[in-house]
């Protein structure tokens, strides 16, 4: 059976929101937010992987990321997986983002981005 996908963007002032959803029982933000946290550890053990999904540029103590891009399926069931990146600030504004992180997405997640809700939610 086919999954659809959601893309949200996640920026550290949204965090708390993201949070408040994940344990009022929000499955997506509940995922959102597991993504968020491997992504967080993995950049904590293995920071030279760190790029922008975007542009690529390099995260280090003086250009820290600008936001967390996750996709998440719409309708989580067992097994359900979701994926997350990192996007630096320079990169957040762009108007085409959701395209360009989709793209760079489904380099590394093949088959299954195609399925992606295309209206990027910001949460705010
Ligand atoms: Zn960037």
Redesign the pocket.
Known sequence: MKELYEFFMVEPSTLPEALRAARQGVQSAQMSIDLIRQTFNLMQKEPLSCM?R??E?EFNASRPPGAFVVVVPMFPRKGSEGISCI??S??MDRPDLAERVQDALREIWPGRIENIALHPVRMQ
Do not use: R
């Open positions: 922008c975007d542009c540029a996007i630096c320079d990169c």
